[in-house]
């Protein structure tokens, strides 16, 4: 069976001789795609819901007080980085999550090494005796430590400070 015998009998299956050409001459048929919307209409219906709803949830919330966040772009991941550390260090100590306090825990303790308040083989000694402080919760309020979200640095710690005088 030919080419142009298999044609012909599609053809006379279809009973529709006006793509016959555009076939011969390899192409695809045209079809006027103005007649074709399909459901059309209930896609336009879906779509003004979904505007409408979001229309009446930013009227409910600029009643409410609510205000859109605005985003900034990050060039690189240490931007992102050193912002995310300024946010989280930056709160209050009573805010802040307790691996944040105990970073800053350890950097307080490597600063009283550095100035020589306390020797290298008494660090780990402080900063598991501030962790367990820390679990037991006596270290919460702005008398038992004093932490300066401006320089996001502890300035004192009454238990430590009371055992170096």
Excluded at 33 to 60: L, T
Excluded at 105 to 130: H, M, N, P, R
Aim: charge should be positive; aromatic fraction near 12%; glycine fraction near 4%.
């Amino acid at each position: 069976m030919e080419f142009g015998e298999l044609l012909n009998k599609v053809d006379n299956f279809n009973n529709n001789h006006q793509f016959v050409e555009s076939i011969r001459e390899n192409k695809l048929p045209e079809f006027n795609k103005k007649d074709y919307r399909g459901n059309q209409y209930e896609m336009d219906q879906f779509n003004w819901q979904i505007q409408y709803a979001e229309y009446k949830k930013k009227v409910n919330d600029s009643k409410k007080g609510i205000v859109q966040k605005e985003y900034e772009a990050m060039d690189s991941l240490d931007d992102v980085q050193s912002k995310l550390n300024d946010e989280q260090f930056s709160k209050p100590w009573g805010r802040m999550s307790e691996y944040c306090k105990k970073v800053k825990l350890q950097e307080y303790i490597s600063e009283l090494v550095s100035e020589g308040k306390i020797t290298s083989e008494k660090q780990d000694a402080y900063v598991k005796y501030l962790y367990k402080k820390l679990s037991e919760k006596k270290l919460k309020t702005k008398k038992d430590i004093e932490y300066d979200s401006q320089t996001q640095k502890v300035i004192s710690i009454v238990c430590v400070d009371s055992k170096l005088k």
